[in-house]
């Protein structure tokens, strides 16, 4: 690759095709059918998959990006084994490679760079979508035969709605300079692909000043539609969102496909009002959402910031929108004793 390219081009570029290839462990791990789940904390749990996408990610980057800081979710002494040399990436995706470098950015050196990884965001519905994947179909039937108190039609939506938490599972490769998210990948392995020829996923990307890719941002919906989370609730995160107001609320899983909807126009905001998400699972999707015009804070409208020293949980909750007019609206209604609560956790 040309280093006539400015640096933060080319490590976009270089993001956008390791993230693919992470994608791709992703999917081959759940193929073999043995996830190796390790419980790290209560209710936070880590797969093969985790492991094994984030040694890609790393080694493919910090090969070509020795003095970058590159720091992931599963950066710990339980995952130091070996990169097979295929996961070695040192493509770069050609149509990035071809973007302007943002004004701001053009002298930067490695130095100033943090990269945020999560190779996995959404382990928990992974694993969900895994159960339905793996049982033999003959097990399915005999499920169903021998629970005549389930319906065909229960059964049917209950086999949709695991195969759809698959598409709430991402990669995300999030780019920050001098503390602030500058440009990110979101890679979905499971794109439309489950049970279809296609198994490539999709890789959306940002980059500040310059806009986003992979895929065409629609206009928000003309009502209020909120998204949150399906498996990390509490009564203060209802709190939050019964005092929104809104038509609808969606119950998805992962930072990164929440975002991802709301780029999609199928939500305008996104609030959790609780501790829980770390700087990787917010670094790429705020750098994305910013780059198409949308804004990403914690619950009390702070930025949170990304430099290595910072401290890894986002204690004070996400509220994101797709543009700054709504995103004030949601941080208004937020009451203040809500905001004084997580403050003082
Ligand atoms: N209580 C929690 N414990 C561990 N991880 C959490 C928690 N809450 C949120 N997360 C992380 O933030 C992401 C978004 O949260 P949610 O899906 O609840 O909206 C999750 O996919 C998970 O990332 P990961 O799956 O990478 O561990
Ligand atoms: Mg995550």
């Not at 629609?218 to 990390?232: F, G, V």
């Not at 905001?269 to 705020?286: I, L």
């Amino acid at each position: 690759m040309s280093t006539s390219v400015p640096l933060i081009v080319r490590l976009l570029a270089s993001s956008v095709s390791v993230a693919g290839r992470a994608g791709k462990i992703v999917r081959d791990v759940m193929s073999k059918g043995e996830l190796g789940i390790v419980e790290k904390a209560k209710d936070d749990y880590q797969t093969e998959a985790d492991r094994s996408a984030q040694r890609c990610i790393i080694a493919s980057l910090s090969s070509q990006y020795p003095k970058i800081n590159i720091i992931g979710e599963e950066d710990n002494p339980d995952n130091e084994g070996d990169v097979c040399s295929d996961w070695l990436t040192i493509d770069a995706d050609k149509e990035v490679l071809c973007l302007e470098c943002p004004s701001e950015l053009q002298g930067i050196k490695e130095e100033d760079i943090v990269v945020w990884v999560d190779p996995l965001d959404g382990t928990s519905e992974y694993t969900q979508g895994a159960l339905m994947l793996k049982r033999d179909p003959w097990e399915r039937w005999k499920m169903y035969l021998t629970h005549p108190l389930i319906s065909i039609k229960w059964y049917l939506s209950l086999l949709q709605s695991h195969y759809g938490f698959l598409e709430h599972v991402t990669v995300l490769i999030g780019i920050s300079v001098n503390e602030k998210p500058v440009a990110g990948v979101i890679h979905q392995p499971y794109y439309k692909n489950v049970g279809s020829e296609n198994k490539t996923g999709r890789t959306i990307w940002g980059l500040q000043e310059i806009g986003v890719g992979g895929f065409t941002p629609a206009p928000p919906p003309n009502s209020l539609i909120i998204t949150t989370t399906r498996s990390h609730s509490n009564p203060v995160v209802e709190k939050a969102l019964q005092v929104m107001n809104a038509s609808q609320i969606l119950r998805v899983g992962g930072a990164g496909f929440k975002v991802l909807q709301l780029l999609e126009g199928k939500a305008s905001v996104y609030v959790f009002a609780s501790p829980g998400c770390k700087k990787w699972d917010t670094c790429a999707p705020e750098a994305i959402l910013s780059a198409a015009g949308g804004k990403l804070t914690d619950i009390l409208g702070h930025n949170y910031k990304y430099g290595a020293s910072e401290p890894r949980p986002n204690k004070t909750g996400v509220l994101a929108a797709v543009n700054a007019d709504l995103h004030n609206y949601a941080l208004n209604r937020i009451p203040q004793e809500l905001k004084e609560k997580l403050a003082n956790k």
